[in-house]
């Protein structure tokens, strides 16, 4: 063990040393930096953060002139009409809504997102879609490996590893993203510091183990995020301002039942109230079967208590959409009755507002809600309007 720090661990640690003596002016002669694109004008909808440094930047900031709402989701985001949220609220009123997330988007990837930015977080209003079909065992697993990085950058995952206030939280995050260690093709420093980390928490001999190389790879980490131009640096928490009521007049009955009026007549081709086009391509006829997690716990379950605590601990202004599933379409539907009552559970000892549109119950589905069997259509869509509209006070 001596030989070997005499002739691979000094030498290198020398050596990283002399680097980073010599880096800011080896960095200004040997790195043209590119001039970071700007954001484009009028963003509503950011499918994920991959490639995107001013969406990332820009992530739960207010604008120059009011707050903006971030709604967090998964695939039931992608759909644009002039229903949706990041459309409507924005359109009429001056607080603005920007959309986050495409299909994966779930609880552990929010968690993670909101995590990277907890400076922000005191305040900021957050609505967060919540699909029980995340709880199928299908899907229960939590996040995959692949659509995490895609919401997580290594400039994220810096922020956790690095800047995170140290507690349960970023306990939870780092071991969460050391579970997905193995998935990862290529994984950047901070993920390999944060898996080193991990081990080294196993034992002593583990420690002694993973030191030099957490040692080694967090200098090269510093000098990696040093090249990127003060991205590096985490910045103060924010000031939020305040959501002022308009008087804006908006005839939400009327809207509703048109919407629904228009949903309805749009799924004519069947009894299940699902739009035509969808039926007859997906469907026809056919009914889906839901598979519950063993024991009705999963890890995504899990992910979504510790989300649930988290928010509640940073002061974070959140509340939540839960969507149903078509009970038409899934003939067993029942058995995710337990994991929406753990949902329920939690976001009412949160104190959160929470739109709950599940039902199990054919007799009580509201009819048009959904566009096919798990995605809401525009009559859904406006009742998520209203309940943004009233939970954070934009109308008079």
């Not at 469907?283 to 716990?297: D, H, I, R």
Request: negative net charge; contains cysteine; charged residues 20%.
């Amino acid at each position: 063990m001596k030989k070997i720090g005499l002739l691979i661990l000094f030498p290198a640690g020398v050596a990283i040393g002399c680097l980073l003596l010599v880096f800011d002016r080896m960095n200004a002669v040997v790195f043209k930096h590119e001039k970071q694109l700007e954001q484009p004008a009028d963003v509503r909808y950011i499918d994920n953060f991959q490639h995107h440094p001013y969406f990332e930047d820009d992530f739960l900031a207010s604008n120059d002139s009011s707050e903006t709402i971030f709604l967090l989701g998964s695939s039931e985001l992608t759909t644009d009409t002039p229903a949706m949220p990041f459309n409507f609220i924005t359109e009429h009123f001056k607080t603005r809504v920007v959309a986050v997330g495409h299909a994966g988007n779930q609880c552990f990837s929010i968690y993670s997102q909101l995590l990277a930015n907890e400076h922000k977080l005191k305040d900021a209003p957050v609505v967060i879609m919540l699909s029980p079909g995340w709880f199928d065992a299908k899907y229960s697993t939590g996040t995959s490996s692949k659509l995490f990085l895609e919401f997580n950058s290594d400039y994220y995952l810096n922020n956790i590893f690095q800047h995170t206030v140290k507690s349960e939280f970023r306990d939870y995050g780092i071991k969460r993203i050391s579970d997905l260690f193995h998935e990862i093709i290529n994984p950047d420093l901070t993920t390999k510091l944060m898996f080193y980390e991990q081990q080294s928490n196993r034992s002593i001999v583990h420690k002694i183990a993973y030191s030099p190389l957490i040692v080694v790879d967090g200098a090269l980490n510093d000098m990696k995020f040093r090249l990127l131009d003060g991205r590096s640096s985490y910045p103060d928490a924010i000031s939020r301002k305040p959501i002022i009521a308009e008087p804006v007049v908006i005839n939400w009955d009327s809207l509703l039942t048109a919407s629904q009026n228009e949903q309805l007549k749009n799924a004519s081709n069947n009894t299940w109230y699902i739009e035509n086009s969808y039926y007859s391509e997906y469907v026809k006829g056919e009914q889906g079967v839901l598979e519950a997690a063993p024991g009705n716990s999963s890890q995504e379950l899990e992910d979504f208590k510790m989300l649930v605590k988290f928010l509640k601990a940073r002061g974070v202004n959140a509340s939540f959409v839960i969507m149903p599933l078509n009970p038409y379409f899934y003939g067993n539907i029942r058995i995710m009755d337990p994991v929406v009552t753990q949902l329920r559970t939690e976001l009412k000892a949160s104190g959160f507002p929470c739109l709950d549109l599940w039902t199990s119950d054919k007799a009580s589905y509201d009819k048009g809600v959904l566009r096919d069997v798990m995605h809401l259509g525009d009559y859904g869509w406006y009742q998520v309007n209203k309940f943004i509209a009233d939970t954070y006070n934009l109308q008079k």
